[in-house]
Every structure is written in structure tokens, then in C-alpha cells.
């Protein structure tokens, strides 16, 4: 019953090597896996879905894109928002060319076409690295929302230059579109959600995430152990812009409905993503989720408490929101420069010993 | 005594045909000439030392063996074959693993997560297969883990398997990076210091383990050590360096007599 590391005895090394070693997380995950996909849709209400759990789903998937690249692989981007808008606007062209294909593969290949487009910006980084690298993402990201401002093609040549999701229906359920329910667009994104964040901890934990991190760790030893510095970056680039290009086909398609790309996808947008992993943790899956959850989730709570609560005007809680939001990134990195996971892990040893210290 | 056909050390072990011959190798630096012309070769099962003072070349020796430099002059030859231009990692598929003289850990993960990156050269499961882990990506990472469980026993190092190895202190760094190349099961072993800042329990630990690996596994090592002591004792030959220039080869016995090695050990003029 309580949270016990000791006793839990292993006698196989599959079981030594599963995601949740311990028999009391094992058990928190099905909880909270039973909660969202069979509690949640039945007490969901439209603000709730599209001000905390919608957001707060897709951004885990984005983060954890983002987190493969930068927390895994230690190649720094600051292109995310370009790539989001890949994702965005290779749904529109697809579900706008081919009306008939279900809103999940569209999805999907959205991911998948943005896996290239991240390949070919991944072309830099066996060249350069540190900040170099963050500055020639960061050329992506303005030269990507640049493309699809200006090039009409990508947006249909509609007059408004804005690109809008059609309704779309997934097993009879309407996904896109104004007309579409919350419990319908939690679902969806729900189980993305889930799918990958079970890809990201197989890729992570296995030869390729080795790889990854070994690049990350000391570039020098991994090629003498026999990693291919090309293979290894360039593939993190592309599964992570996959990641990503979910995430923003998402975005477009189940979370904003219409998308101006300039607002939508802009540079705050990438520095938000990084945002979130360093402050979830860099190198863990759970930090991408913690991470999320901290930007996307405390400015609603911060402002139902001091416009529901407190009874102030709006705008003065939203810029009290910006001071507190900062402030408390300061204090969290002062006091835990590894983020959030590297919290719970702390937390996580000392329960090993409570209530006995010593 | 070393020319043609295998032989038996005094302690009863059988060295084989060469595997690896470096001939004639020149490497520049713009105008510094850090390797001059060395011939040598390396014996399937044997311990081959390079030893040499400071500058001689003996690193930049390692480097061009397992690819980090490329000779502007001479030939690799490696298992009866000549070596191409190759890169670091495709060198590393042919079987040739090293540890360097500055660790070279991957300092974010633990000891076992570190030997298991060294299998990687031995997994040839397909990243989607990995992507659903379910199967043969798990099999082969059990597989794997079985034998990193053997390396991480014979080196006695079964308690600090999931602390990550920046907590660890020198001599048991060292001793991780020994077993991460391992792993890769090579045909040849380089060791760059192996003993380099070390106490001298450390160093008896370690020589234990560099000659138990060639005893058990019959691995073929080259290991570059300063401390002559260790060097004589547990190699079968030595070449000796000096100023990027090959100056002595043979057994320990044969160089320790050699009039060249002592000049340069000792310091005499050069005129």
C-alpha cells in the first residue's frame, strides 16, 4: 500500500527493464489511464476540453517531440513552431486534396510528411552544434512561416490567407470542425496522446535511443562504439519533427479549427515547447508531460483564482500572470535546474525510505 | 623469432597469425610530423604495448588505427586485408573497440545503460520493430542484457550497475569504459592508459582484468601505459616510440636491453 521500491524483487530482466518498475507506479499508471479514457469523457464540458485538457494533450505531444531532439539526441532547436506549422498545413492540403481519408491517417502522414521536412533541416546539424544549431533552426522556423504566408498554394489561395479545418468524422463521431464535442476532440487527441508516448519510450529505451544519447553524452566515444553521428541526428530530427508534425496537424485540425500561421506557429511558439522541456526535464518522458502540464495548466488556474476568486479585471490578472508565470520559472530552475522529473525522482527516493529515514 | 607462422609465450598461451599490420605510416600535421614511417604488427591473441615518452606518437598511433586520423602515407592492413579510408564507426562494425586516456563515458546514464550502448555494433533489431518493443526488440534487448550482466560480473562491478556513471569515482569510470568496449566483443582491443592516474591497487586490479580479458576471451589487446613496470610485466611485445619514429620492437627483455629505448628513456644529446 505504501510507495515501496524495496521488496519488489525482479527475477527476469524483462521485468527488470519495464517502464514502471515499481508494482505502486505500475498501478498509478492504469489509474490514471482508466481515468482518462473512461472517466473523463463522461464529465468533460466544452471549457474545460479547449482550455486545459485539449491543449495540455496536444503540447505533451509536442514536447516530447521536442524533448527526443533536444533532451535525448542534445541537438537545441528552436524550430518547433516551423514544424508544428509543417504539420498544420500538410493536413490542410491533404484533407483539403483527399476529402475522403480518415482524419487519423491524415493525421498521421501530416507527422509523416513533417518527419521530412525535419530531416532536411537536420542537414545543418552534422556540421554545427550548440547554439549554431539552435540559430539554423531558427532559420527554419521563420523561413517555414514565411513559406506559408507567402506562397499561396499552401493555403488553397483563399483570400483571408487563413486555412480552416473541414469537418472531418472518425467511426460516425464529428472530430473537426465548430460542430464537433469536446468528449469526441479529447478522445482523438487522447489517444494519440497515448500511442505516442508508448512510441517515444520503446525508441527511447532501446539501440536507436541509446544511440541517441550516447551522441548527446560524448559524441567522440559513441562513433568509436560504432554509432553513425549521421544516422543517429538525423534520424532523432526526423522521428522528433514527427512527433511534432502530430502534435501540429492537431492543433490545426481538433484544437483551433482555423489557423492564421503567422499567430498560430509563431517563434513564441518554439520557445514555449522549450520551455517545457527544460522546465519538465530534459531526457524524460514524463518531464514532457510535467513540463506541458506546467505552462499550459497554471495560467488557467492562476487566472480563475484571481479573476473567479479575487473578483480583479482581466487584464490585470493577465499580466500578473506573465510576472508570476516568470517568476516561478526562475525559482523552479534555481531550485531544480533538471526540471520536474528530476523532482519526482528526488521525491521518489526519499519515499523509498519514509516514514524511516534512517 | 616472430617472423611466420604462430608461437607460444613462455606462460603456455598460443599467438596466432597478424592481424593487424601498419605499414610504413606517415601522419603530418601541416609541418609537425607526429608519425614518421612506423611499420609494426599486431598478433592474434597477444598483448602488444606501445610505450614512449611524451609527444612520441603513441595516441596519435591509436587514433590512426581506429580511424580519428588518416595517414597521408602507409598502409593498414587488418585481418589479411587492406583498410581503405574508413570512418570511426564503420571501423568499429569491423571489430576494433578502444577506451580512451581521458574517460570517455556517456556521463547521462547509468553503468548498465553505458555497456549496453557498447552491444550496439551487435543489434540488428529495425527501428520499427524497436518502436514496438513488443517481441524481437525486447527479445534481442534481453538477450544483450545477458551478456552485458557477464562483462558487468567479471569485472566486479554488479553494485553500481544503475548508478549513472558521472557519480562514480576514477578507478571505477575506468573500469566501465573497459567493459563498454568489451561488449562490442572486438577482435582487437585498444587501450589508451588504461592505468593512467591510478593508485597501485587500481593498477593491479586492472592488469588483473586486461589479462584475464586476453586469457578468457582471447581477445588481442594494444594498450599504450607509461608505467614500465606494468608494461613489462604484462605484455608480450613492445614497440617504443620516440619523436614519431619507431626505435624499438621486440619482447620486454629485448627492448629493456636496447640501446636506443634507454637513450631516450634516459636522455641523451642528440647530435
Same mark, same amino acid.
Given at each position: 500500500?505504501?510507495?515501496?521500491?524495496?521488496?519488489?524483487?525482479?527475477?527476469?530482466?524483462?521485468?527488470?527493464?519495464?517502464?514502471?518498475?515499481?508494482?505502486?507506479?505500475?498501478?498509478?499508471?492504469?489509474?490514471?489511464?482508466?481515468?482518462?479514457?473512461?472517466?473523463?469523457?463522461?464529465?468533460?464540458?466544452?471549457?474545460?476540453?479547449?482550455?486545459?485538457?485539449?491543449?495540455?494533450?496536444?503540447?505533451?505531444?509536442?514536447?516530447?517531440?521536442?524533448?527526443?531532439?533536444?533532451?535525448?539526441?542534445?541537438?537545441?532547436?528552436?524550430?518547433?513552431?516551423?514544424?508544428?506549422?509543417?504539420?498544420?498545413?500538410?493536413?490542410?492540403?491533404?484533407?483539403?486534396?483527399?476529402?475522403?481519408?480518415?482524419?487519423?491517417?491524415?493525421?498521421?502522414?501530416?507527422?509523416?510528411?513533417?518527419?521530412?521536412?525535419?530531416?532536411?533541416?537536420?542537414?545543418?546539424?552534422?556540421?554545427?552544434?550548440?547554439?549554431?544549431?539552435?540559430?539554423?533552426?531558427?532559420?527554419?522556423?521563420?523561413?517555414?512561416?514565411?513559406?506559408?504566408?507567402?506562397?499561396?498554394?499552401?493555403?488553397?489561395?483563399?483570400?483571408?490567407?487563413?486555412?480552416?479545418?473541414?469537418?472531418?468524422?472518425?467511426?460516425?463521431?464529428?472530430?473537426?470542425?465548430?460542430?464537433?464535442?469536446?468528449?469526441?476532440?479529447?478522445?482523438?487527441?487522447?489517444?494519440?496522446?497515448?500511442?505516442?508516448?508508448?512510441?517515444?519510450?520503446?525508441?527511447?529505451?532501446?539501440?536507436?535511443?541509446?544511440?541517441?544519447?550516447?551522441?548527446?553524452?560524448?559524441?567522440?566515444?559513441?562513433?568509436?562504439?560504432?554509432?553513425?553521428?549521421?544516422?543517429?541526428?538525423?534520424?532523432?530530427?526526423?522521428?522528433?519533427?514527427?512527433?511534432?508534425?502530430?502534435?501540429?496537424?492537431?492543433?490545426?485540425?481538433?484544437?483551433?479549427?482555423?489557423?492564421?500561421?503567422?499567430?498560430?506557429?509563431?517563434?513564441?511558439?518554439?520557445?514555449?515547447?522549450?520551455?517545457?522541456?527544460?522546465?519538465?526535464?530534459?531526457?524524460?518522458?514524463?518531464?514532457?508531460?510535467?513540463?506541458?502540464?506546467?505552462?499550459?495548466?497554471?495560467?488557467?488556474?492562476?487566472?480563475?483564482?484571481?479573476?473567479?476568486?479575487?473578483?480583479?479585471?482581466?487584464?490585470?490578472?493577465?499580466?500578473?500572470?506573465?510576472?508570476?508565470?516568470?517568476?516561478?520559472?526562475?525559482?523552479?530552475?534555481?531550485?531544480?535546474?533538471?526540471?520536474?522529473?528530476?523532482?519526482?525522482?528526488?521525491?521518489?527516493?526519499?519515499?523509498?525510505?519514509?516514514?524511516?529515514?534512517? | +623469432?616472430?617472423?611466420?607462422?604462430?608461437?607460444?609465450?613462455?606462460?603456455?598461451?598460443?599467438?596466432?597469425?597478424?592481424?593487424?599490420?601498419?605499414?610504413?605510416?606517415?601522419?603530418?600535421?601541416?609541418?609537425?610530423?607526429?608519425?614518421?614511417?612506423?611499420?609494426?604488427?599486431?598478433?592474434?591473441?597477444?598483448?602488444?604495448?606501445?610505450?614512449?615518452?611524451?609527444?612520441?606518437?603513441?595516441?596519435? +598511433?591509436?587514433?590512426?588505427?581506429?580511424?580519428?586520423?588518416?595517414?597521408?602515407?602507409?598502409?593498414?592492413?587488418?585481418?589479411?586485408?587492406?583498410?581503405?579510408?574508413?570512418?570511426?564507426?564503420?571501423?568499429?562494425?569491423?571489430?576494433?573497440?578502444?577506451?580512451?586516456?581521458?574517460?570517455?563515458?556517456? !556521463?547521462?546514464?547509468?553503468?548498465?545503460?553505458?555497456?549496453?550502448?557498447?552491444?550496439?555494433?551487435? +543489434?540488428?533489431?529495425?527501428?520499427?520493430?524497436?518502436?514496438?518493443?513488443?517481441?524481437?526488440?525486447?527479445?534481442?534487448?534481453?538477450?544483450?542484457?545477458?551478456?552485458?550482466?557477464?562483462?558487468?560480473?567479471?569485472?566486479?562491478?554488479?553494485?553500481?550497475?544503475?548508478?549513472?556513471?558521472?557519480?562514480?569515482?576514477?578507478?571505477?569510470?575506468?573500469?566501465?569504459?573497459?567493459?563498454?568496449?568489451?561488449?562490442?566483443?572486438? !577482435?582487437?582491443?585498444?587501450?589508451?592508459?588504461?592505468?593512467?592516474? +591510478?593508485?597501485?591497487?587500481?593498477?593491479?586490479?586492472?592488469?588483473?582484468?586486461?589479462?584475464?580479458?586476453?586469457?578468457?576471451?582471447?581477445?588481442?589487446?594494444?594498450?599504450?601505459?607509461?608505467?614500465?613496470?606494468?608494461?613489462?610485466?604484462?605484455?608480450?611485445?613492445?614497440?617504443?616510440?620516440?619523436?614519431?619514429? !619507431?626505435?624499438?620492437?621486440?619482447?620486454?627483455?629485448?627492448?629493456?636491453?636496447?640501446?636506443?629505448?634507454?637513450?631516450?628513456?634516459?636522455?641523451?644529446?642528440?647530435?
Amino acid at each position: 500500500m505504501f510507495y515501496r521500491e524495496a521488496g519488489d524483487f525482479k527475477t527476469s530482466y524483462a521485468a527488470d527493464g519495464q517502464t514502471f518498475p515499481i508494482a505502486f507506479d505500475r498501478w498509478r499508471y492504469f489509474a490514471v489511464l482508466a481515468i482518462a479514457f473512461l472517466v473523463v469523457p463522461f464529465t468533460i464540458n466544452e471549457y474545460v476540453a479547449s482550455a486545459v485538457l485539449i491543449p495540455f494533450l496536444i503540447w505533451s505531444i509536442i514536447a516530447i517531440g521536442l524533448n527526443i531532439l533536444t533532451g535525448y539526441c542534445g541537438q537545441v532547436s528552436l524550430g518547433t513552431g516551423g514544424f508544428m506549422a509543417v504539420g498544420a498545413y500538410a493536413a490542410y492540403k491533404i484533407m483539403t486534396a483527399a476529402p475522403e481519408l480518415n482524419i487519423f491517417f491524415v493525421v498521421l502522414l501530416s507527422g509523416g510528411v513533417t518527419a521530412l521536412v525535419g530531416l532536411l533541416f537536420g542537414l545543418p546539424s552534422l556540421r554545427i552544434k550548440g547554439f549554431y544549431l539552435a540559430v539554423a533552426t531558427l532559420a527554419a522556423q521563420f523561413f517555414l512561416v514565411w513559406l506559408f504566408n507567402r506562397v499561396p498554394w499552401f493555403y488553397n489561395n483563399s483570400a483571408s490567407g487563413q486555412i480552416n479545418a473541414p469537418d472531418r468524422t472518425l467511426g460516425g463521431f464529428l472530430i473537426t470542425g465548430p460542430n464537433a464535442t469536446p468528449e469526441a476532440k479529447y478522445l482523438f487527441c487522447l489517444v494519440f496522446v497515448f500511442g505516442m508516448a508508448w512510441l517515444a519510450r520503446n525508441l527511447t529505451r532501446g539501440r536507436l535511443g541509446r544511440s541517441w544519447m550516447a551522441i548527446r553524452d560524448m559524441d567522440i566515444a559513441a562513433e568509436i562504439i560504432g554509432v553513425n553521428p549521421l544516422k543517429a541526428k538525423l534520424s532523432a530530427f526526423a522521428v522528433s519533427s514527427f512527433f511534432v508534425g502530430v502534435g501540429g496537424a492537431l492543433f490545426f485540425t481538433v484544437y483551433l479549427g482555423a489557423v492564421e500561421v503567422g499567430e498560430a506557429f509563431g517563434i513564441n511558439k518554439s520557445f514555449l515547447a522549450l520551455f517545457m522541456i527544460i522546465i519538465g526535464g530534459l531526457g524524460s518522458i514524463f518531464g514532457s508531460f510535467a513540463g506541458a502540464a506546467f505552462i499550459v495548466l497554471l495560467p488557467v488556474f492562476m487566472k480563475n483564482v484571481m479573476v473567479g476568486g479575487f473578483g480583479w479585471p482581466t487584464d490585470i490578472a493577465t499580466h500578473f500572470e506573465f510576472v508570476i508565470l516568470g517568476a516561478l520559472i526562475i525559482v523552479f530552475l534555481i531550485a531544480e535546474p533538471h526540471g520536474l522529473a528530476a523532482f519526482w525522482r528526488t521525491i521518489k527516493e526519499k519515499l523509498r525510505l519514509w516514514p524511516f529515514p534512517h | +623469432m616472430m617472423d611466420g607462422g604462430s608461437f607460444v609465450t613462455p606462460d603456455g598461451r598460443t599467438i596466432g597469425d597478424v592481424l593487424m599490420e601498419v605499414r610504413n605510416i606517415t601522419l603530418r600535421f601541416g609541418g609537425v610530423v607526429a608519425i614518421k614511417d612506423i611499420s609494426f604488427d599486431i598478433r592474434e591473441g597477444e598483448i602488444r604495448a606501445i610505450i614512449g615518452p611524451n609527444g612520441a606518437g603513441k595516441s596519435s +598511433m591509436l587514433n590512426v588505427i581506429n580511424g580519428f586520423y588518416h595517414p597521408q602515407d602507409g598502409e593498414i592492413w587488418f585481418r589479411g586485408a587492406k583498410r581503405g579510408p574508413m570512418k570511426p564507426h564503420a571501423i568499429a562494425h569491423q571489430g576494433i573497440a578502444r577506451t580512451f586516456q581521458n574517460i570517455a563515458l556517456f !556521463k547521462g546514464m547509468s553503468t548498465l545503460d553505458n555497456i549496453m550502448t557498447g552491444r550496439f555494433t551487435k +543489434m540488428r533489431v529495425p527501428w520499427w520493430q524497436q518502436a514496438i518493443w513488443t517481441g524481437p526488440a525486447e527479445r534481442e534487448e534481453v538477450e544483450n542484457r545477458e551478456i552485458v550482466e557477464k562483462i558487468i560480473d567479471f569485472l566486479e562491478i554488479q553494485a553500481i550497475r544503475k548508478t549513472p556513471v558521472g557519480r562514480l569515482p576514477y578507478g571505477l569510470q575506468k573500469r566501465v569504459e573497459l567493459g563498454r568496449a568489451l561488449a562490442a566483443e572486438p !577482435k582487437l582491443l585498444l587501450l589508451d592508459e588504461p592505468m593512467a592516474g +591510478m593508485n597501485v591497487e587500481e593498477k593491479e586490479d586492472m592488469s588483473r582484468f586486461i589479462l584475464d580479458v586476453n586469457d578468457e576471451f582471447g581477445t588481442t589487446i594494444a594498450l599504450i601505459e607509461h608505467d614500465m613496470g606494468v608494461v613489462m610485466d604484462i605484455s608480450d611485445r613492445v614497440v617504443v616510440l620516440d619523436y614519431g619514429q !619507431k626505435i624499438g620492437d621486440g619482447t620486454p627483455d629485448e627492448v629493456r636491453g636496447n640501446q636506443d629505448v634507454i637513450d631516450a628513456y634516459l636522455g641523451v644529446a642528440h647530435d
